[in-house]
Every structure is written in C-alpha cells, then in structure tokens.
C-alpha cells in the first residue's frame, strides 16, 4: 500500500467513524503510519490537517442535517462533537460565512461549496462494470445552468415541486442527475445540469419550470459507485481512461447518468449508492 492509499483509507475510516473520539494516534493505527510523519504526510495530499479533516467532514454531514432535516440545532452540534450550540455556531460560521440559523433558513450553496474544499486522493481501482440493456423511461426535469456549486439550490427546487405536485414521488419513483459536462472542463456559465425524477405520466406546466424529456432505451455500462459524491468522478475517469478502449465501446450519443439510490440528508456519506450509467453506441 502507498502513501496515498493509506491517507485515502484514514479517510474512509474517518467517515466511517465520524461519531468516535477520533485522535491521530488512533487513525495512524489503522494502516500502520508513524505518527511521527502523519501529519506531514496527510497535509501534503489533502491539503489540511487530519484532525481539520475530521472537522470538516462532521461539519459538512451538520449542513446537509440543517438543509434537508428538522432535528434542532443543538442535536446536530452534540452530533457533530461540539459541546454548545455557540461553539458550533463559531466553527460553523468561520467555515461557511453563516450562521448555522441563517444557513438552515437560505443556504448559500455556492460559497459552501467554495469554502468546503475536501480534497480525495485519487486511486486507481478495479472497479466492476456490467452493461444492461435499459427501456426508454419517462422523466421529469428542471435543468440548472451556471456554476456546479449552486446545483443543489435546483434541486432543492425540484424537491419542493415534487412535494407539491406528487407526479414523481421520492420513495416510489428514480432520481437522477444528468451532466452535460465535466464541470472541471466548461466555463461556470456553460456548466448545464439536469435534476430529474421518473414519472409515469406527462407534466404539466408549473411555475417551477420543470419539464418533460426521457431517458433513451439502449445498452448502458454501469458503475455501481459507493461513498461521498465528490468522489465520483474517479469512477467516470476510468470508464472513459480504461474501460470503454479494453473492451472497444464507444460512449452513445447522451450525457453520463448519475442514479441516485438514497441521498445524503437520510443516510452517512459512506453509504451513498449511485449507479454511473453510460449509454454505449451500437
């Protein structure tokens, strides 16, 4: 094991153990690094401090809990390891510039997503890909375009339109999203994303600005993707770096599909399952 897989399995430790009392002598236990260069180390590829890297995390899971949760606030401070709600409101407030009351009231998703710079190493792996055979399916979207860190203030419009027509139920219905880009490689104003939900009959028009379109029938290379989401994009990067020439496919003609099995207000983020679907040409 290198040493960045070994930074990258003290990471996957710490989400999994978000709700311990974490120290370094603990965390360099599990893969056997001198804590004596730990911290250089860790630094060096993450960008931060173990233990700012463990603040971080729990401070991020406290935002998703505050947007889409209505456990009190002094519940999520305890949970997140502080020991007042004022000493959580500080750290909260020097990592998001709001206040956790003001950011549960109108999240500022954008400077969230500049200030929460988590940095993943990424390994390459084997990853299992099997191809399916997909039907057409009917969906429901409303697309956002502009910056990648306002997405979720779209989807947070579109789960507001599902609550209040009932067309794409949460629990019954797929949830998907769909990039028409990397956002890594298109300016912000180009960046297009679709938040989408299954239905089993036509939308109407809604002040929401959701609409009609449809998944294509076809074969698809699919990805079964575990953990956070910022990860994600090693998955695609070796679909595309390594997959697609080893077994001669080329990518059909429609953007990679994100299937979104659970979603991080209702479980950890080491337990999110997204399926990475890609439609192969014939």
Known sequence: MNDAEKIQRVCEYINLHLDDDLNVAQLCQQVYLSKFHVHRLFTAITGMSMMAYVQQCRLKRAS???????????????QAGF?????FSRAFKRRFHQTPTAFRQQPDWSLWQTQLQM?????????NIEIQQRSAENIAYLRHTGSPKRVLETATEFIAWRQSSGLSPIKTSHTYGIPH????????????FDIAGSVTEPVPANDFGVLNGQLP?????????????????????HLFRTWLPEQQEQAGDFPIVFHYHNFIHDVAEHELRTDVLLLLRD
């Open 83 to 87: 020991d007042s709600h004022e000493a």
């Open 181 to 192: 880009a990397d956002p890594e490689q298109v300016p912000e104003e180009a960046f297009v």
């Open 217 to 237: 029938a076809g074969r698809y290379a699919v990805i079964h993707h575990e953990g956070s989401h910022d990860t994600i994009n090693n998955s695609i990067y």
């Open 119 to 127: 940095i993943h190493p990424i390994i390459e792996v084997n990853m």
């Open 64 to 78: 998703y809990q505050l947007a889409f949760q209505r456990e009190s606030i002094i519940a999520i401070a305890l």
